[in-house]
């Protein structure tokens, strides 16, 4: 009981129950109810033909005077029977052929596509026609049939899934550990793609069901006496003014079944779905009672701030209840300021400028609690936490940007650079599509892009990575925002990529009339070292240490800190002769999980300077040798 109440609290459980007990209902209705009823389904009683409902037939009696609930209870068996046999046939085959198709390409992958492509080129029940017209109507005939004209949905469906999926760092992990193909395509990927799979089950169950009683109905698919809704519908069809509910319940029946099973899939869809999560994160991640009651325009951040982050909490929906990815964060950018977000990977470092551009995953995630305070370009104040979607989306890309890591994956492959950046000056701007492109044409040249004119008419497929990044950053900054948000924007770069591209960030930063606040999230320490004013480091979602970048590489106040500026390559470091060279430190360990965070001090279990206090509570953010530097450790004097 235990279980099944656990189970019942989540609202996608709560969906595939119903579902699927009245799947269930109608499954043992059809099994059971013919031997219950006791009634024989091809008895004849001419003097009760077409009789009405009495409490010996309760729906009545057909043209023959055969009980029409009888007929209706076996008539689901067969109807059910050819239905999801067909699904099972063309699931199998198609399945297998796309998987294969897919994940060896070649000769596998043309053969598949081919030949499904001529096989859906006609329509199912023309085929299953022609077919029939040859082997004769039976149950058998039509499950074959209809199963291999089926298959090919499952197969394209099949194929395009495994394309996607198929390079995968975690494929790729699992190849390493020498996972074969059948390893690979049945254990890694299948679960991976099951989703689309079940709602494509859910349609053929539906469309077995439709065509098997469409030729019933014409006489080519269920060979009478044998019971079927497609055969009862035929035969009432006849008697439609005499006896209406003939008709009605057939048709009932078929109805009530597509609707039934076309839930339930998708609820399984949605619950075994890998790629949506399982948890409810409905009232499980409601906000605070301050950040519900919370105005959009609260109080003013530190004087003349573009962005001013206090307390940010952010929360993500889990099996096993929410997480919270950001904890309490808080900072402050003013304009022409560059502020480092520094961390190594599950810092937080990405949640937290995805919470303040309002780019969080709706259905999982949430921000709990806290205020995000952007000034437009107006001088008004614009809480991003509790502002309206509209508000939301007129801020993004006019008063607050973002640059991704990876700039192919920020441009849209089969679109022109030109169209590109004009559609995000048209957005935002009330101006004509020519002006645009102008402006388009300006943008290029300012961030360093060779004959602009040309340019704007190439795909991005036609850039290098660094001429691809430029773009980026001219898409972002095209409507002049006041606030940057730079996530790792030289990744995978060259060093000398890296540096230009950095540095035409501070061009375009000091170009802006006022100054162009910058939050540029990395983990390279040299990075910041050289581009950064101010820093803030991040550990386990939280702040542990923030100053001025002058402070912090002068002395850092942190053991998390320290340890990262340890992690720093030393090329100019002089080695005596016979001195071995020395190893690049590493930190222990690794980020705890937001899942488990341990008591006191999160990174207690990875520090030098550990003593039990840590590990019964966690300091507070306090100032540290002055109201610009703070850190959060209790030994931080001893640094």
């Given at each position: 009981?235990?279980?099944?109440?656990?189970?019942?609290?989540?609202?996608?459980?709560?969906?595939?129950?119903?579902?699927?007990?009245?799947?269930?209902?109608?499954?043992?209705?059809?099994?059971?109810?013919?031997?219950?009823?006791?009634?024989?389904?091809?008895?004849?009683?001419?003097?009760?033909?077409?009789?009405?409902?009495?409490?010996?037939?309760?729906?009545?009696?057909?043209?023959?005077?055969?009980?029409?609930?009888?007929?209706?209870?076996?008539?689901?068996?067969?109807?059910?029977?050819?239905?999801?046999?067909?699904?099972?046939?063309?699931?199998?085959?198609?399945?297998?052929?796309?998987?294969?198709?897919?994940?060896?390409?070649?000769?596998?992958?043309?053969?598949?596509?081919?030949?499904?492509?001529?096989?859906?080129?006609?329509?199912?029940?023309?085929?299953?026609?022609?077919?029939?017209?040859?082997?004769?109507?039976?149950?058998?005939?039509?499950?074959?049939?209809?199963?291999?004209?089926?298959?090919?949905?499952?197969?394209?469906?099949?194929?395009?899934?495994?394309?996607?999926?198929?390079?995968?760092e975690f494929v790729e992990a699992m190849r390493a550990l020498?996972?074969?193909?059948?390893?690979?395509?049945?254990?890694?990927?299948?679960?991976?793609?099951?989703?689309?799979?079940?709602?494509?089950?859910?349609?053929?169950?539906?469309?077995?069901?439709?065509?098997?009683?469409?030729?019933?109905?014409?006489?080519?698919?269920?060979?009478?006496?044998?019971?079927?809704?497609?055969?009862?519908?035929?035969?009432?069809?006849?008697?439609?003014?005499?006896?209406?509910?003939?008709?009605?319940?057939?048709?009932?029946?078929?109805?009530?079944?597509?609707?039934?099973?076309?839930?339930?899939?998708?609820?399984?869809?949605?619950?075994?779905?890998?790629?949506?999560?399982?948890?409810?994160?409905?009232?499980?991640?409601?906000?605070?009672?301050?950040?519900?009651?919370?105005?959009?325009?609260v109080h003013a951040p530190e004087e003349g701030a573009q962005?001013?982050?206090?307390?940010l909490v952010t929360q993500f929906a889990t099996p096993a209840?929410?997480?919270?990815?950001?904890?309490?964060?808080?900072?402050?950018?003013?304009?022409?300021?560059?502020?480092?977000?520094?961390?190594?990977?599950?810092?937080?470092?990405?949640?937290?400028?995805?919470?303040?551009?309002?780019?969080?995953?709706?259905?999982?995630?949430?921000?709990?609690?806290?205020?995000?305070?952007?000034?437009?370009?107006?001088?008004?104040?614009?809480?991003?936490?509790?502002?309206?979607?509209?508000?939301?989306?007129?801020?993004?890309?006019?008063?607050?940007?973002?640059?991704?890591?990876?700039?192919?994956?920020?441009?849209?492959?089969?679109?022109?650079?030109?169209?590109?950046?004009?559609?995000?000056?048209?957005?935002?701007?009330?101006?004509?599509?020519?002006?645009?492109?102008?402006?388009?044409?300006?943008?290029?040249?300012?961030?360093?892009?060779?004959?602009?004119?040309?340019?704007?008419?190439?795909?991005?497929?036609?850039?290098?990575?660094?001429?691809?990044?430029?773009?980026?950053?001219?898409?972002?900054?095209?409507?002049?925002?006041?606030?940057?948000?730079?996530?790792?924007?030289?990744?995978?770069?060259?060093?000398?990529?890296?540096?230009?591209?950095?540095?035409?960030?501070?061009?375009?930063?000091?170009?802006?009339?006022?100054?162009?606040?910058?939050?540029?999230?990395?983990?390279?320490?040299?990075?910041?070292?050289?581009?950064?004013?101010?820093?803030?480091?991040?550990?386990?979602?939280?702040?542990?240490?923030?100053?001025?970048?002058?402070?912090?590489?002068?002395?850092?106040?942190?053991?998390?800190?320290?340890?990262?500026?340890?992690?720093?390559?030393?090329?100019?470091?002089?080695?005596?002769?016979?001195?071995?060279?020395?190893?690049?430190?590493?930190?222990?360990?690794?980020?705890?999980?937001?899942?488990?965070?341990?008591?006191?001090?999160?990174?207690?279990?990875?520090?030098?300077?550990?003593?039990?206090?840590?590990?019964?509570?966690?300091?507070?953010?306090?100032?540290?040798?002055?109201?610009?530097?703070?850190?959060?450790?209790?030994?931080?004097?001893?640094?």
């Amino acid at each position: 009981m235990t279980a099944l109440s656990e189970i019942l609290r989540d609202s996608r459980a709560r969906r595939t129950v119903p579902s699927a007990l009245a799947l269930c209902v109608i499954v043992l209705m059809a099994i059971l109810g013919p031997p219950l009823l006791r009634i024989d389904p091809l008895a004849m009683d001419m003097t009760g033909r077409l009789a009405h409902p009495s409490t010996t037939h309760l729906l009545g009696q057909d043209e023959f005077g055969r009980d029409v609930l009888s007929r209706l209870l076996f008539g689901a068996r067969t109807s059910l029977g050819v239905a999801f046999a067909t699904a099972f046939l063309a699931a199998a085959v198609g399945i297998v052929a796309g998987m294969i198709g897919g994940f060896f390409g070649g000769i596998a992958e043309v053969l598949t596509m081919r030949v499904s492509e001529v096989m859906l080129s006609f329509p199912p029940i023309l085929l299953a026609l022609l077919v029939v017209a040859f082997a004769g109507p039976g149950a058998g005939t039509l499950i074959a049939t209809l199963g291999l004209f089926y298959a090919p949905q499952f197969a394209r469906i099949t194929y395009g899934e495994v394309r996607a999926v198929r390079s995968k760092e975690f494929v790729e992990a699992m190849r390493a550990l020498g996972a074969g193909p059948v390893r690979l395509m049945g254990w890694t990927i299948l679960p991976n793609i099951s989703a689309p799979l079940f709602v494509q089950f859910a349609l053929i169950v539906a469309a077995a069901i439709v065509v098997e009683s469409g030729l019933s109905f014409l006489g080519l698919g269920i060979v009478p006496p044998t019971p079927s809704w497609g055969l009862m519908i035929r035969g009432a069809r006849t008697y439609l003014a005499l006896n209406p509910l003939g008709l009605f319940w057939p048709c009932l029946a078929l109805v009530i079944t597509m609707f039934v099973v076309n839930n339930l899939c998708d609820a399984v869809r949605d619950a075994f779905d890998p790629r949506t999560g399982r948890a409810d994160p409905g009232p499980r991640l409601l906000p605070s009672a301050a950040a519900l009651n919370a105005p959009t325009v609260v109080h003013a951040p530190e004087e003349g701030a573009q962005l001013r982050v206090s307390d940010l909490v952010t929360q993500f929906a889990t099996p096993a209840g929410p997480i919270t990815a950001v904890d309490g964060v808080s900072l402050s950018l003013q304009p022409g300021e560059t502020v480092a977000l520094v961390g190594e990977s599950g810092s937080g470092k990405s949640m937290t400028s995805l919470s303040v551009m309002g780019l969080l995953p709706r259905k999982v995630s949430r921000i709990a609690q806290g205020t995000i305070l952007l000034r437009r370009e107006d001088g008004t104040l614009l809480d991003m936490v509790t502002a309206d979607p509209q508000a939301l989306r007129s801020a993004q890309g006019n008063d607050i940007a973002m640059i991704f890591q990876e700039p192919m994956t920020s441009l849209n492959p089969v679109y022109r650079i030109g169209d590109q950046i004009a559609e995000a000056i048209l957005a935002h701007r009330r101006c004509s599509r020519k002006k645009a492109l102008a402006t388009t044409l300006d943008m290029l040249r300012r961030v360093g892009i060779n004959e602009p004119e040309r340019r704007l008419r190439q795909f991005p497929h036609e850039f290098s990575g660094g001429m691809r990044q430029r773009v980026v950053i001219a898409m972002a900054l095209a409507c002049d925002p006041g606030v940057l948000i730079a996530d790792e924007p030289t990744t995978a770069l060259d060093v000398t990529i890296q540096a230009e591209i950095l540095a035409l960030i501070k061009r375009l930063q000091a170009d802006r009339h006022g100054g162009m606040g910058v939050l540029l999230v990395t983990h390279n320490m040299g990075i910041v070292a050289e581009f950064a004013d101010r820093v803030v480091v991040m550990y386990a979602g939280r702040v542990v240490e923030e100053a001025t970048t002058k402070d912090l590489f002068t002395r850092p106040r942190h053991p998390y800190t320290r340890s990262l500026m340890r992690c720093i390559p030393r090329p100019d470091r002089s080695l005596s002769a016979g001195q071995q060279k020395p190893r690049l430190h590493t930190i222990p360990g690794s980020v705890p999980s937001p899942a488990a965070m341990p008591p006191g001090c999160k990174f207690a279990e990875r520090c030098e300077l550990v003593i039990d206090a840590c590990r019964l509570s966690e300091p507070p953010l306090s100032a540290v040798g002055g109201t610009s530097h703070q850190s959060r450790c209790i030994r931080w004097s001893e640094l």
